[in-house]
């Protein structure tokens, strides 16, 4: 299928339920994106701020990105002015440079941005404890900020074709975003993604909550590693 017929094809699997599709770019062309943008999306993910600075420049300016990989507290400063949202902040320091570079920016609107919780047994993936989560919460410099919106919790699930190990990780993401809903965001309705899922596992996520999936190869194809 062509990349058209793949965008539409998850929309027509998510049109009954509460979840997004978030295009994965990475190492795609912005031609490719097109082809996606032309077919109606508007919701993109990259995982390196350089490649994302680069598709910018290149592509409609009303295109929502989601910046979803590991990100450098010395490269907030490139994509602050304009990203959608951040899913992969996983400390407090971060936060507080994401809120520092929003705010010389002068940004009208505030940053989203969700808390990636560790949920795989891989080490090489990033993210934070539950605990250090509600750390980060109940800090004194968390609540000092005016430019961020916390709007959920992002998590990687593991590398796995096991079915019941991949709804065990899902499925303690979605409680993690329960407590802290329950526990900090309870009265605040922005504070409802749960983003988790991806091309070999989206099914199971949504199944077990997911409000986002991030989606590559099942729009775009193989990636193109030699870029």
């Given at each position: 299928?062509?990349?058209?017929?793949?965008?539409?094809?998850?929309?027509?699997?998510?049109?009954n339920?509460?979840?997004?599709?978030?295009?994965?770019?990475?190492?795609?062309?912005?031609?490719?994106?097109?082809?996606?943008?032309n077919?109606?999306?508007?919701?993109?993910g990259?995982?390196?701020?350089?490649?994302?600075?680069?598709?910018?420049?290149?592509?409609?300016?009303d295109?929502?990105?989601?910046?979803?990989g590991?990100?450098?507290?010395?490269?907030?400063?490139?994509?602050?002015?304009?990203?959608?949202?951040?899913?992969?902040?996983?400390?407090?320091?971060?936060?507080?440079?994401?809120?520092?570079?929003?705010?010389?920016?002068?940004?009208?609107?505030?940053?989203n941005?969700?808390?990636?919780i560790?949920?795989?047994?891989?080490?090489?993936?990033?993210?934070?404890?539950?605990?250090?989560?509600?750390?980060?919460l109940?800090?004194?410099?968390?609540?000092?900020?005016?430019?961020?919106?916390?709007?959920?919790?992002?998590?990687?699930?593991?590398?796995?074709?096991?079915?019941?190990?991949?709804?065990?990780?899902?499925?303690?993401?979605?409680?993690?975003?329960?407590?802290?809903?329950?526990?900090?965001?309870?009265?605040?309705?922005?504070?409802?993604?749960i983003?988790?899922?991806?091309?070999?596992?989206?099914?199971?996520?949504?199944?077990?909550?997911?409000?986002?999936?991030?989606?590559?190869?099942?729009?775009?194809?193989?990636?193109?590693?030699?870029?």
């Amino acid at each position: 299928m062509s990349i058209a017929d793949n965008i539409l094809y998850f929309d027509e699997q998510l049109r009954n339920t509460p979840c997004r599709l978030v295009a994965v770019s990475k190492t795609h062309s912005p031609e490719k994106i097109m082809e996606a943008y032309n077919a109606g999306h508007r919701l993109f993910g990259e995982n390196k701020v350089q490649e994302l600075v680069d598709k910018r420049d290149l592509l409609p300016h009303d295109i929502a990105w989601h910046l979803i990989g590991h990100l450098q507290r010395n490269k907030v400063k490139y994509i602050a002015q304009y990203i959608d949202t951040i899913q992969s902040v996983d400390s407090l320091k971060l936060l507080q440079e994401i809120n520092k570079r929003a705010e010389q920016f002068a940004r009208t609107l505030p940053i989203n941005c969700m808390l990636q919780i560790s949920i795989a047994d891989e080490e090489t993936k990033y993210g934070m404890t539950y605990d250090e989560a509600v750390a980060l919460l109940q800090s004194e410099e968390y609540r000092k900020m005016n430019y961020v919106s916390i709007t959920g919790v992002m998590g990687i699930a593991t590398n796995t074709e096991d079915e019941q190990k991949l709804r065990q990780e899902f499925r303690y993401l979605r409680e993690c975003f329960q407590n802290l809903k329950d526990t900090f965001f309870f009265a605040s309705d922005y504070f409802n993604e749960i983003s988790m899922g991806m091309t070999s596992d989206w099914q199971l996520a949504v199944a077990e909550g997911s409000t986002i999936i991030r989606v590559g190869s099942g729009i775009f194809g193989t990636r193109n590693y030699s870029k």
